[in-house]
């Protein structure tokens, strides 16, 4: 279906609610500064030596040399920043990269500024914490999140974001091993996997990595891949509900999967992100599902719940059951990585997250998450009135909109020329996701 300029303005304009951005440009003036003149007898004129550039004897990682254009979200900036030069009193709505807008609730800073400030007092001042996280905050993520699914607190890491920590993952498993992906996925998978030198060149044909599995994941199959076609790999990466169609893979799906990877001996790293987002009765973590404490580990974060993109914290769980071929123990490999690349998450930060848990910070952070899932379905019935097709939105705050035929960025530029509206084009998630779009509003 091709844009109607008249009913994407008029839609912008009855359904979303434009939020007031300031961005002012600060330009500098050059001052005319007066010198005295000085007298000099003799003046000999001397050509300027050419400017040599110099170059070490250092070759660049072939890996970031794969790697195409830039990282998607901070790509989006740039022309973002671009259409604000073009039309300065333009005022955006920013539906593109996912960061939060709500404040955290005052709760949660409370508990930070009461650590924050006894860090002054001889009494409260603490230096380096346990790099796998404070006891309590480990604590109270296990019974939080995984209550009777047999996680413990050891088997916790608590850190500065999922994606950090997904970076780290490839680290700890090295260049040597193979990866899959759903495709459309978020696209820090890939891009470690490119650089840790797991891949092949990028094939501009087919717009995909050599020796990466690219499950497909579309409205015809329901967002889940067809395991009985996949290779087998030595990491799963899959993510639920997803980044970017806002899918949820349902009990019997992700019992699939998890049968997938023991029948292959292959590890999953299940990102559960977005799971408090979760509104069907699907599993929230891959540890409720039978037998997947011995495939998989698990990475979260509070950063959509809690407004934390800025703050910073997240977790893995690497239970203690997840071994090598060998019989080694995946959590004490993991271990050693984060106590040699990592000095643990901020302790102030930490105070933050564990007054998440508490009742009070449970309430108020359901409260924000919410807000979000109305903001979504706004969306949502935006753009069903103009007749797209469109799904996420339930269980996650993305919402996935198909424009059959036509590319993603020049939908995207189509959008933000008419509307001012700053979407995320679908072909940055992967093949999978071109003739689409993700638009939230967090």
Request: aromatic share 10%.
């Amino acid at each position: 279906m091709a844009l109607s300029q008249a009913s994407i303005a008029s839609s912008s304009s009855a359904f979303f609610a434009q939020t007031a951005l300031d961005f002012k440009s600060r330009t500098s003036r050059a001052q005319t500064v007066a010198v005295p003149a000085k007298t000099v007898g003799v003046c000999k004129c001397v050509a300027a030596s050419e400017k040599t550039e110099y170059k070490t004897q250092v070759n660049r990682n072939a890996n970031m040399a794969k790697l195409q254009a830039g990282y998607l979200f901070p790509e989006i900036a740039r022309r973002r920043n671009a259409h604000l030069q073009k039309h300065p009193d333009a005022k955006i709505i920013p539906l593109g990269i996912g960061d939060t807008t709500e404040p955290i609730p005052e709760y949660i800073t409370s508990a930070m500024a009461k650590r924050a400030l006894a860090m002054s007092t001889l009494e409260g001042y603490s230096g380096y914490g346990p790099e796998q996280g404070e006891k309590p905050l480990r604590v109270a993520i296990a019974k939080t999140f995984y209550g009777d699914l047999g996680i413990e607190e050891d088997d916790i890491f608590v850190s500065d974001g999922a994606k950090c920590d997904i970076s780290r993952l490839q680290v700890l498993f090295g260049a040597d091993k193979t990866i899959s992906v759903q495709d459309p996925s978020y696209p820090a998978y890939v891009d470690s996997s490119v650089i840790m030198g797991q891949t092949g060149q990028y094939q501009k044909s087919v717009q995909k990595f050599g020796n990466i599995e690219y499950m497909r994941c579309t409205p015809d199959n329901g967002f889940f891949p067809d395991l009985s076609s996949t290779k087998r790999t030595d990491i799963i990466f899959f993510c639920s509900p997803n980044n970017p169609t806002g899918s949820a893979a349902t009990r019997e799906q992700l019992t699939q999967l998890v049968k997938f990877a023991k029948d292959n001996g292959s590890i999953i790293v299940y990102d559960s992100a977005y799971a408090m987002y979760m509104s069907d009765d699907n599993p929230r973590s891959i540890f409720e599902i039978p037998g997947a404490k011995d495939v998989a580990l698990e990475t979260s974060s509070f950063s959509k719940y809690a407004g934390f993109t800025g703050v910073r914290l997240g977790w893995t769980v690497v239970p203690k059951q997840l071994q090598y071929s060998d019989g080694f123990q995946v959590a004490k490999d993991f271990n050693r990585i984060v106590c040699t690349c990592f000095n643990g998450a901020s302790t102030i930060v930490q105070a933050g997250g564990l007054a998440c848990l508490q009742p009070e910070g449970l309430k108020a952070m359901h409260g924000v998450i919410n807000f979000y899932k109305e903001n979504t379905k706004i969306i949502m019935e935006t753009f069903n009135s103009l007749g797209f097709n469109v799904y996420g939105g339930t269980n996650a705050p993305y919402v996935w909109v198909h424009f059959p035929g036509q590319s993603s960025w020049d939908v995207f530029g189509e959008i933000l020329e008419k509307t001012h509206v700053v979407t995320t084009p679908g072909s940055g998630f992967g093949p999978g996701g071109e003739g689409f779009i993700r638009d939230q509003k967090l």
